[in-house]
């Protein structure tokens, strides 16, 4: 009964391909984000999704495009993969857009070769 | 924009003993909320507390608990009888009370890393 999942956990991939990272929460929240975590541990906001509508697009490069077929979902496709992209991506989904606590999935790390 | 600062990367502790981590930040609002996260080896973000601004009681939670000091802009947490299970990376977090796009966003502080000596 995981509140929020992503898979896959681990990515290995080469540079220039295209990959997807899934997540669900089971939390019943309207909110959904992606944060990525650099190899410095620093973690920053990508995207967050309401009731499946795009709230935050953070300066992310377009190679990155957040899908969500419901409010439950929220899927994160990154076309032709860049050596700076090797980082953790989190996934998390909090009540709504004010006073929920946002609560993180597990985490995946992507590793670019 | 809010900005999140955690001043030490590196903090270490005896079992048993009480340690605290400080926290500050900048913001001109007046309605948010802080977060301390924490973050072992497995990687996983676990949500150790909140408070809320407009609380004045600082927030507790078993052996961790908060100092808020709103006008200094301040949130150390502390926690008493450090375990060993304690040690991991702690993550001081912001997030405005506005319900407006890209407010709900959570800004973090770089981290710190809390060892636990046994």
């Known amino acids: 009964d995981t509140a929020v999942s992503q898979t896959p956990k681990y990515l290995v991939t080469q540079m220039g391909n295209d990959k997807s990272i899934k997540c669900e929460q089971n939390?019943?929240?309207?909110?959904m984000y992606w944060y990525k975590q650099d190899s410095k541990k620093f973690l920053k906001i990508m995207f967050s999704?309401?009731?499946?509508?795009?709230?935050i697009n953070e300066t992310v490069p377009n190679r990155f495009s957040p899908k969500s077929p419901d409010k439950a979902h929220l899927n994160l496709h990154i076309n032709s993969l860049e050596l700076g992209d090797s980082a953790v991506y989190f996934c998390?989904?909090?009540?709504?857009?004010?006073?929920?606590?946002?609560?993180f999935g597990p985490g995946t790390r992507l590793t670019v070769l | 924009a809010q900005t999140v600062t955690q001043s030490q990367p590196e903090m270490s502790v005896q079992e048993a003993e009480t340690v605290t981590l400080s926290c500050t930040y900048d913001?001109?609002?007046?309605?948010?909320?802080l977060f301390w996260y924490k973050q072992p080896p497995s990687r996983q973000m676990i949500l150790v507390i909140r408070?809320?601004?407009?609380?004045?009681q600082n927030a507790t939670e078993n052996r961790f608990s908060v100092n808020f000091q709103k006008a200094a802009k301040s949130f150390s947490l502390k926690i008493s009888d450090s375990q060993l299970g304690d040690a991991a990376m702690y993550f001081c977090?912001?997030?405005?009370?506005?319900?407006?796009?890209?407010?709900?966003?959570?800004?973090f502080g770089k981290g710190m890393k809390l060892t636990v000596n046994p």
């Open positions: 913001t001109s609002e007046s309605d948010y909320y």
């Open positions: 939390l019943g929240h309207d909110t």
């Open positions: 408070q809320e601004a407009y609380k004045q």
């Open positions: 998390a989904s909090s009540q709504d857009l004010s006073g929920g606590t946002p609560f």
């Open positions: 999704y309401n009731n499946k509508e795009l709230i």
């Open positions: 977090a912001y997030r405005s009370a506005l319900a407006q796009g890209g407010s709900e966003k959570l800004v």
